[in-house]
C-alpha cells in the first residue's frame, strides 16, 4: 500500500529564543516491509547543522533555531509503499546488542502495578500467541483515553491511573513483555486511520522479539499487529530513545505547539 503522508510541527514563542537544538527522528527507513519513494524534511526558522545515525539505527537531524527566533516550523512530506508482514519485522540490526532490550527504564520500570498485570492473565505456552494475550490484557486494564496527554508517565503511573494513550499502552507493554523475559522496544511513526485524513499526532507502538521470528509489533491501542497502513520511523528503549522531536532550549517565553498531520493512500 502507497501511503503518502503530510506532517507538520510548529513552535510559537511569546518572547524571542535566544538559543535552542532540537533532535529530530522524522526520516523513516527503507526496509524490506517498506520502501520509501519519497522523503523530504524542511526546517523554517532553524538550521540542520548534522545528520547522523544513532545507537537504534535511527536517522536523526540535528537543527539549531536561529537566533531570537519566535516561531519555528518543521514539515515533512514523502511517500513510502508498505507491505503487510503481519506486524513480522524479521530479525535483530542495528548497533546494539539484543540483550540490551531486556533492560529497565524509568519510563519502563517494573513495579507492583507491572508484576500484578503480570500475574493477572493466562499465559499460553507459545510465545506469540503469550504477547498478543500480554496485548489484550494490557488493553483491558489500561482503556484507551485522551483524558492526559504527557508522553513521560511511567508504565507504574499509567497502570495507577487505570486509562492511557498509544505512548502509554506501548510502555506499559514494554515493561510487561520485559518481566516475562522478552526484549522488547518502542515505536514511533505513521498509521492511516479508516475513518479520516487528519490526525492530530503521530503514532506509537511496541515490538517483542519472539525466538524464530524476530521483532514482531504490537499495537495495543488498536488490539491488532502493524499491517500495511503503518510507517516505521524509529525505534527506543521507550518513548525518550524514538521521540519524533526533543530537545532543549534557553529562554523564558512560553511555548505553544501546532500539529497538522495528514495519511492517506496514494
Known sequence: MKLKISHTTSYHYDAPVPYALQQLR???????????LAWD?????????????????????????????????????????????????GKHTGFVPLWLFERSTPLTAIGPHVRALISGFDKPDDALDRLHAL????????????????SELTAEQVLS??????????????????????PARYVSGYLMMNDRVNQDASHAWA?????????VGFDVSNAISPD???????TGLDYLGAAPISGMRYGHGTENMLVKLQVEQQ
Open 161 to 182: 491511573a487505570g486509562h492511557g494513550v498509544c505512548q502509554d499502552h506501548a510502555h506499559v507493554f514494554i515493561a510487561a513483555a520485559r518481566g516475562l523475559g522478552f
Open 41 to 89: 524534511v524542511t526546517v523554517v526558522g532553524g538550521q540542520r547543522q548534522v545528520s547522523f545515525e544513532d545507537e537504534h539505527a535511527n536517522t536523526v537531524d540535528l537543527i539549531s533555531f536561529d537566533p531570537g527566533v519566535k516561531e519555528i516550523t518543521i514539515e515533512c512530506k514523502g511517500e513510502v509503499d508498505v507491505t503487510d508482514t503481519a506486524g513480522i519485522i
Open 135 to 150: 496485548s489484550a490484557h494490557v488493553l483491558e486494564n489500561v482503556p484507551y483515553s485522551t483524558d492526559q496527554t504527557s
Open 207 to 215: 515490538e517483542a522479539y519472539v525466538e524464530g521470528l524476530g521483532w
Open 228 to 234: 500495511a497502513r503503518y510507517v516505521r520511523v524509529a
Open 26 to 36: 522524522l526520516r523513516p527507513k527503507s526496509r524490506p516491509d517498506q520502501m520509501v
